[in-house]
């Protein structure tokens, strides 16, 4: 089982729409959460970190669910811009470092 | 702005070449990592470095050493290069293992 996944899409949505997804992980001792952003043919790039309390920065929402083990990102208004592949990443520390990226999910926002 | 660089932009060797891929992160933080990207794979950590000479081995070190002689560069080799190591290489650095990671623009390798 991969530590990490997520659901590849691609999900097709038009201007204005509403778009969620979710990540699920697999080690329950997992203690960082974070959604990172990759346009084509670029590096990814932090998007927002993930809290406990569940966070939000302007149309985008990030939640965390421990007692299923998985996070969510959820985009609201979609924009042309948010075009993307849309990597998730967990991090446990607590007995040997565990980095995982998710292999991204892949959103197209149409016209 | 956090800077991280990369030494080539596109590289083409030829199998059982000696391949290295340089990083530079100019913030000064302690932590830096090697990744792959394969499509359908996302990124997998191949060695991550928490210290200077300190390395740690990822999900798939199998084929690649590191090297960390001073705090800001971060080397990926390849003994032996073989085709299966065709590959985006991606380099990151972050403050500590639990904060953001910034990524370089990424190696396109091709091993033929």
């Known amino acids: 089982r991969k530590e990490v996944e997520q659901d590849p899409g691609p999900f097709n949505v038009p201007e204005g729409a509403t778009v969620a997804f979710n990540c699920t992980y697999s080690?329950?001792?997992?203690?960082?959460f974070f959604w990172y952003r990759q346009d084509c043919r670029k590096e990814p790039k932090l998007l927002m970190s993930?809290?406990?309390s569940g966070n939000e920065d302007g149309r985008f929402t990030a939640q965390l669910n421990r007692a299923s083990q998985y996070i969510s990102l959820l985009i609201r208004d979609s924009k042309l811009s948010d075009s993307a592949t849309y990597l998730c990443?967990?991090?446990?520390?607590?007995?040997?470092?565990?980095?995982?990226f998710g292999a991204g999910t892949t959103v197209t926002v149409r016209a | 702005d956090v800077k991280v660089t990369q030494s080539s932009r596109y590289l083409v060797k030829r199998t059982g070449e000696k391949v290295f891929l340089e990083c530079v992160q100019d913030m000064d933080h302690e932590n830096m990592f090697w990744y792959r990207q394969d499509p359908g794979l996302g990124l997998r950590l191949i060695y991550f470095s928490y210290d200077v000479k300190m390395k740690e081995k990822g999900d798939i070190p199998e084929g690649y050493s590191v090297s960390r002689e001073k705090k800001e560069r971060f080397s990926l080799i390849l003994e032996s290069a073989s085709t299966n190591q065709t590959s985006m290489y991606l380099c990151a650095s972050s403050f500590n293992g639990e904060n953001e990671q910034f990524f370089g623009p990424g190696t396109r390798l091709t091993v033929l």
């Open positions: 080690n329950s001792a997992s203690q960082s």
């Open positions: 990443v967990v991090i446990a520390v607590l007995n040997d470092y565990k980095l995982s």
């Open positions: 993930v809290y406990s």
